[in-house]
């Protein structure tokens, strides 16, 4: 089975421009995370949906935004870049539940000069 | 606010030696654990997942415990190769309402094996 898809892989913006993060849960999954890894840091939890609601937010700027559409895809839009913003961004999809196990995609590296 | 700690934060070892790495959380009342490799620059790898009933986890040359009532786990590798080189991360959920159980990870160990 397709594990989860994330696009684009690799993302260089300048400061200021705006960028879209694309994630694809495994079928039938209906929950995704988002997390951000900055360098030599461990994931931090930035959202989550549920059933295409907004379920909970981490530590996301207020420059950033996500959805999750009909079809459970889910996508973080990212306005006025900083610098900071430079990291690893992985979105996770779960078959609702406590017990879930969360499978990751391997990321959208994203750069901003 | 749940916390996890690993140690320790950087492992050198020689290849086919047995090793285990630690993983502590400061609240007992998890549902799952779940143990993650990741190499440099890449994604995370999903290795182990322990529910909060389990006391072990194997796949391979991995094997994982989990102790709730000691905020403990560990995760035990046994004759390292090169290629086990990587970092690997503990992860416990935190449930905050409406279905939301987003990962709290600990800072990783990284390990190097030495051929």
């Keep these: ?113 | 606010k749940q916390e996890v700690t690993q140690i320790p934060a950087a492992l050198s070892v020689p290849e086919g030696e047995n090793l285990v790495l630690n993983c502590s959380f400061t609240d007992s009342a998890i549902y799952n654990l779940q143990w993650f490799r990741q190499d440099p620059g890449k994604g995370l790898t999903s290795l182990l997942l322990i529910q909060s009933s389990q006391r072990e986890q194997t796949s391979g040359r991995l094997n994982a415990s989990l102790d709730k009532s000691s905020g403990r786990s560990t995760l035990y590798i046994a004759a390292s190769q090169p290629g086990d080189s990587a970092t690997y991360l503990c992860a416990v959920p935190s449930y905050s309402g409406a279905g939301s159980y987003q990962l709290t990870f600990g800072k990783g160990t990284k390990l190097s094996v030495i051929p």
């Design chain 1, 1 to 113: 089975a397709a594990g989860v898809i994330q696009s684009p892989r690799h993302l260089i913006k300048e400061k200021r421009e705006t960028a879209t993060l694309k994630c694809y849960p495994i079928s039938r999954h209906d929950t995704v995370y988002w997390y951000q890894q900055g360098p030599g840091q461990d994931p931090q939890f930035l959202i989550s949906f549920y059933e295409k609601m907004q379920s909970d937010k981490g530590s996301i700027p207020d420059r950033f935004s996500a959805q999750q559409f009909s079809d459970y895809h889910s996508e973080l839009n990212m306005s006025s870049l900083e610098l900071g913003d430079s990291a690893l961004y992985f979105c996770a999809s779960v078959s609702v539940g406590p017990g879930g196990e969360q499978f990751f995609g391997p990321g959208t590296r994203l750069t901003v000069l």
